[in-house]
């Protein structure tokens, strides 16, 4: 019975210490049953927005809808006024970067900080500067 028990505590531990250190997104949880891809179908709200760690006023609502085709809606509105642009959306293939293809065909990478259900934060960094977007989920 004691070395049933000691295998047991063994492989709790060892599992315990294989989960924790399998984190993909820097801010990330550690465990999910939805896939990359699942968790960030969602429609977007930017709540902040940085560039090189300083925060930029955000003067428009912006809302991001991503769909399970891989369809890409950006609506942008100030006050009454509202224009939308339309595109494509996918993961790389190591689900650790976000495509965004606009309907001019321009193509912007996103290093995924942190994806949870609710929760997406992406960085893009540039030779001068580094932007952090920070969204939640509706």
Request: charged letters at 20%; aromatic letters at 8%; hydrophobic letters at 40%.
């Amino acid at each position: 019975m004691k070395i049933l028990f000691k295998l047991l505590v063994v492989a709790i531990l060892g599992s315990t210490l294989l989960v924790t250190s399998c984190n993909k997104y820097e801010e990330g949880s550690n465990f999910s049953l939805l896939t990359a891809h699942a968790r960030m179908v969602n429609t977007w709200t930017i709540e902040s927005y940085t560039i090189n760690n300083v925060s930029q006023p955000l003067n428009t609502t912006n809302v991001y809808k991503l769909d399970k085709e891989g369809k890409a809606t950006l609506t942008v509105s100030l006050g009454v006024l509202q224009v939308s642009d339309y595109g494509t959306w996918a993961l790389s293939s190591d689900k650790k970067q976000l495509i965004l293809i606009d309907s001019a065909g321009t193509i912007s990478n996103y290093e995924i900080v942190q994806l949870k259900n609710k929760d997406l934060k992406v960085r893009k960094t540039a030779a001068n500067y580094v932007e952090v977007w920070t969204l939640t989920g509706i």
